[in-house]
């Protein structure tokens, strides 16, 4: 029986360990229901994106939720065919203001290695509850992995009597699931060659025209899109512009090397 109690409490304290994340007061100051940080730029946000990773470290990245109270929705394709026509015949409208009674929340596309927890058990959160998922792991694979946030909403559908149908709704009912947000995951393979601290910079980021990578030593450079194809190379001596014609717009890798370091920097063009 102590060796069951003793066997409880660790797995006790591992989950709570793991869960122990704590909401960005950045984002649910705003009150704009979603899952931050935002993988593109918003207006006097300055964190954008979620963190890269490098194989077999550990990684830890948390998540905000902020939880929408209620919401404006047209109803018709959540009712019968028949009941929507025979709504349409009395006249009753089938857009209204619908409370939230919760939303559930999960994570896809985790590379191998890493996981997610919420800081509610089952990541189903009630209406108007902020909260958070912490992203945690050390992954077992490298590349670019796309991570949506997936998101499904429980409304409360009105009671609603229609003529020579009946009544319908007075009742939860789920949303299809949709994605809140997708981040790209890039995972460096630091067993191919020796990873160091950032010495080089690209300056505007995120930027919606020209951009400047500066370079302290000639260097090889490689852009990659969010699909991991190379869209421009070149080899760079010293600090370099790039206009945005030249790649388009969009999320990127930008891989700057030489023999002895490699570094990767998201880019973001608007």
């Known amino acids: 029986m102590k060796k069951l109690f003793i066997l409880l409490s660790l ?7 793991f869960s122990q994340c704590t909401p960005n007061s ?4 705003l009150g704009l229901p979603g899952v ?12 954008v994106g979620i963190e890269d990773g490098s194989l077999g470290s550990n990684y830890s990245q948390t998540l905000t939720l902020v939880v929408l109270e ?17 709504m349409n015949v009395a ?18 596309g985790l590379p191998n290695g890493i996981n997610y927890q919420c800081d509610i058990s089952n990541c189903q959160y009630p209406s108007s509850t902020d909260g958070c998922i912490q992203l945690n792991g050390t992954p077992t694979v490298a590349g670019t992995f796309s991570v949506p946030v997936n998101m499904i909403i429980n409304i409360q559908l009105p009671s609603i009597n229609i003529p020579l149908y009946g009544a319908v709704g007075g009742m939860g009912q789920d949303v299809p699931a949709f994605a809140a947000q997708t981040y790209d995951l890039f995972i460096s393979d630091a067993t ?15 930027t919606t025209t020209d951009f400047t ?12 899109n969010s699909l991991g194809q190379i869209i421009y ?4 001596i010293n600090n370099t512009k790039i206009n945005k014609s030249r790649i388009g717009s969009g999320i990127f890798i930008v891989e700057i090397s030489d023999n002895n370091s490699l570094e990767k920097h998201k880019l973001i063009i608007n």
């Open 213 to 224: 990578i500066e370079v302290n030593s000639p260097m090889n450079l490689i852009i990659y």
């Open 11 to 17: 797995l006790f304290f591992s989950i709570t360990g």
């Open 36 to 47: 931050y940080p935002p993988e593109l730029p918003i207006p006097n946000i300055p964190l």
């Open 91 to 108: 006249g009753i409208p089938t857009v209204y203001t619908l409370d939230v009674n919760h939303v559930t929340f999960d994570v896809q």
């Open 70 to 86: 209620d919401t404006i929705m047209d109803i018709g394709f959540l009712l019968p065919a028949a009941a929507v026509t025979a």
């Open 26 to 29: 950045m984002f649910t100051f």
């Open 192 to 206: 191919s060659i020796r990873s160091i601290d950032f010495r080089n910079e690209i300056y505007p980021n995120p």
């Open 233 to 236: 190379s070149e080899k760079i």
